[in-house]
């Protein structure tokens, strides 16, 4: 794959054009990928709502039947549960358990916990578990 960037001051917003013999697998992986950069989410907070971007999220949480979007500082209340937020995240989030949504690329390490369970530390510092049931996906998408 060849990549080329050109800047021009005759541009006002960012556009990737993808030259391809035939619109493959790979094309539309990529396509994929791309469009998920922009992903947003909004959510309220002290009866604000906020445009947020997809990667600044830390991880989703469900409490009480409320779903929560944690940032570096800031949490969130989001409309929609996280099923629905699964559905339409980019690949880097993955479920954890059945309450959480982690974003791969905020972890900074993960250990192994009990009863095949996995602890999460976020570049923040905080642990979140990844279950049983999540932990071997994890591993996956962490190339382990």
Do not use: W
């Not at 995240?89 to 993955?94: D, K, N, Q, V, W």
């Not at 602890?119 to 979140?128: C, D, F, P, Q, S």
């Amino acid at each position: 794959m060849k990549v080329t960037v050109r800047e021009s001051d005759a541009r006002d917003e960012l556009e990737v054009v993808i030259h391809c013999r035939k619109n493959d697998r790979q094309a539309s992986e990529l396509v994929a990928m791309l469009s998920n950069l922009d992903k947003k989410i909004t959510g309220s907070k002290d009866g604000r709502t906020f445009v947020l971007d997809a990667s600044d999220i830390f991880y989703f949480e469900s409490v009480d039947k409320k779903t929560f979007a944690c940032a570096e500082t800031e949490v969130y209340e989001v409309a929609m549960r996280l099923y629905e937020l699964e559905e339409n995240l980019p690949r880097y989030f993955f479920r954890a358990s059945k309450s959480t949504i982690i974003n791969i690329p905020k972890i900074k390490s993960i250990m192994p916990g009990f009863s095949g369970r996995l602890e999460a530390t976020m570049i923040t510092g905080e642990r979140l578990i990844v279950s049983r049931q999540y932990a071997q996906e994890l591993k996956s998408k962490l190339g382990l």
